[in-house]
C-alpha cells in the first residue's frame, strides 16, 4: 500500500503508521472505551526522534472542549529541517469518542494538503484537496468505530489491566490513501519503568497490532493515564517537562 503521494515524513502519516488493512470480513465493531481519563483543557507535548535516535521534529497534543458534549483532539507536527507542518484536528463525542468531523492539513516545500471528514450516521464523507485536484469519498462506517487520528487519545481510555487483549474497526478517513476501516488489536503485555525528557514513569506497556506492523505505546499508572512513550516502527515520541 503506496501512501507516499507527495513528499512527506512518515510521521505526517501517523494514522497511517499506527494501523494495517484487513479483510472487512475481519473486522470488529467494537466500544473499547472503559474510562475517559483525562480534564478538559489539557496540553501535551512531545519530542520526535527517527529510527537513529535524532530528534526530527515535535509534537503537541491537545484535548478541548468543542460545544455541548463534543471534544477537540489536536495534533501539531512541526518538523523544522524538512520544512513540514501537519495538523490533525479529530472533533468527538466527550464520553464515546466516535467521531463527528476530523480535519486534516499539511503544509511542505512540495505542495499543500487539506482534508475534511464528516461523520453522518453510518458514512462518512471525505473531501480532499491538494496540487492534484480535489476527490471526494465515501464510505459505510460500522456501529463502533473511530477515527484513526484519534487512535493516540483513545488508546488512554481502555480498561488498562494485566492481559487486556481487545480488538476494535478504525476508520482511515482523512489520510494520503484511499478512505477505508481497518482493524486494530491492543494487548497490554506488562508493566514498565521508563524515562523520557519528562522524567521516569510506572507505565502500561501496549502493543498496538497493526496488521504486520508492530508498534508499543507507554502509559503513565496515574489518574489520566499520559501517554509518555509511542513507537510506531519508525519514530519514537518521548513527553516532554510541562
Not at 520544512?83 to 464515546?96: K, L, R, S
Not at 456501529?143 to 492481559?163: K, V
Amino acid at each position: 500500500m503506496n501512501q507516499r503521494t507527495i513528499a512527506l515524513p512518515s510521521l505526517a502519516l501517523l494514522a497511517l503508521a499506527a494501523v494495517g488493512c484487513e479483510a472487512g470480513s475481519s473486522l470488529t465493531s467494537n466500544d473499547i472505551v472503559s474510562t475517559i481519563p483525562w480534564e478538559v483543557p489539557e496540553v501535551r507535548h512531545y519530542r520526535v526522534l527517527d529510527d537513529e535516535d535524532e530528534e526530527v521534529g515535535t509534537l503537541d497534543m491537545s484535548i478541548e472542549e468543542q460545544g455541548p458534549g463534543n471534544v477537540r483532539l489536536t495534533q501539531y507536527f512541526d518538523f523544522p529541517e524538512a520544512g513540514f507542518i501537519n495538523e490533525a484536528v479529530v472533533i468527538a463525542d466527550a464520553g464515546t469518542l466516535e467521531p463527528l468531523n476530523t480535519s486534516f492539513d499539511i503544509e511542505g516545500p512540495d505542495g499543500n494538503l487539506s482534508c475534511d471528514a464528516s461523520y453522518t450516521g453510518a458514512e462518512v464523507v471525505v473531501d480532499r484537496r491538494g496540487e492534484d485536484g480535489e476527490r471526494t469519498d465515501d464510505l459505510d462506517v460500522p456501529a463502533f468505530a473511530y477515527d484513526s487520528w484519534s487512535d493516540l487519545f483513545l488508546w488512554r481510555t481502555i480498561a488498562f489491566s494485566p492481559g487486556y487483549d481487545e480488538r476494535y474497526t478504525d476508520i482511515l478517513a482523512c489520510t494520503l490513501d484511499r478512505t477505508q476501516k481497518i482493524g486494530v488489536g491492543l494487548e497490554v503485555v506488562d508493566e514498565e519503568e521508563v524515562t523520557v525528557p519528562a522524567g521516569t514513569f510506572e507505565a502500561w506497556k501496549l502493543e498496538i497490532d497493526s496488521g504486520g506492523a508492530n508498534q508499543r505505546a507507554w502509559f503513565a499508572k496515574d489518574d489520566v493515564l499520559t501517554l509518555v512513550k509511542y513507537d510506531n516502527g519508525r519514530e519514537t515520541f518521548e513527553l516532554l517537562p510541562d
